[in-house]
T-cell receptor, first 116, second 114 residues
Framework: AQSVAQPEDQVNVAEGNPLTVKCTYS??????LFWYVQYPNRGLQFLLK??????LVKGSYGFEAEFNKSQTSFHLKKPSALVSDSALYFC??????????????FGSGTRLQVQP | DSGVTQTPKHLITATGQRVTLRCSPR?????VYWYQQSLDQGLQFLIQ???????AKGNILERFSAQQFPDLHSELNLSSLELGDSALYFC?????????????FGPGTRLTVL
């Protein structure tokens, strides 16, 4: 069974500084990894995904994520944080294609607070 | 806007009652997923339908059921409601099965059981 860990409940960063939201995963086979963001009273918005290929994945709103197979990590990053980036961020993993399963397993979420 | 719509946005009901949540997937998407988000359980997968047929089940209670209709919209039925069923219920949709299909989420239905 697959699992995702987001070790930080909250990350605080000053506007303009780089940010990192951590995610580690456990899955048999090649992982399919996703980041979603949830703003208050809104649904989950897709940010980016890693399927295969380049370990650095670029996504929406200037976010990127780095896949590290040896450390089983998929950390979300942004070079310069904005106050508007303040939200709840979820990392998710999907089983490999050959399992036939598509459901996402989510981490517990990390609240990002960007101070002006 | 993801293109996935859910109704109603809010639902307040009493214990023991039954409710139906509705989801319309993005145009052309064949798969519909239901997820539950609660404070104590986090985001959990409930059930998936693909082109009208049940494909996978997660942590879905026997009191809950779902279906996907020929026009591909889906309904999640929750019965004999308990206080602990209060949560945000999300629907997501994705295209034809493939390695890179992304799930796009609706705005959710917030269910409050009193």
């Amino acid at each position: 069974a697959q699992s995702v860990a987001q070790p930080e409940d909250q990350v605080n960063v000053a506007e303009g500084n780089p940010l990192t939201v951590k995610c580690t995963y456990s899955v048999s086979g090649n992982p399919y990894l996703f980041w979603y963001v949830q703003y208050p009273n809104r649904g989950l918005q897709f940010l980016l995904k890693y399927i295969t290929g380049d370990n650095l994945v670029k996504g929406s709103y200037g976010f990127e994520a780095e896949f590290n197979k040896s450390q089983t990590s998929f950390h979300l990053k942004k070079p310069s944080a904005l106050v508007s980036d303040s939200a709840l961020y979820f990392c998710a993993v999907r089983p490999p294609l050959d399992t036939g399963r598509r459901a996402l397993t989510f981490g517990s979420g990390t609240r990002l607070q960007v101070q002006p | 806007d993801s293109g996935v719509t859910q109704t109603p946005k809010h639902l307040i009901t009493a214990t023991g009652q039954r409710v139906t949540l509705r989801c319309s997937p993005r145009s052309g998407d064949l798969s519909v997923y239901w997820y539950q988000q609660s404070l104590d359980q986090g985001l959990q997968f409930l059930i998936q339908y693909y082109n009208g047929e049940e494909r996978a089940k997660g942590n879905i209670l026997e009191r809950f059921s779902a279906q996907q209709f020929p026009d591909l919209h889906s309904e999640l039925n929750l019965s004999s409601l308990e206080l602990g069923d209060s949560a945000l219920y999300f629907c997501a949709s994705s295209g034809k099965a493939g390695a890179s299909d992304t799930q796009y989420f609706g705005p959710g239905t917030r269910l409050t059981v009193l």
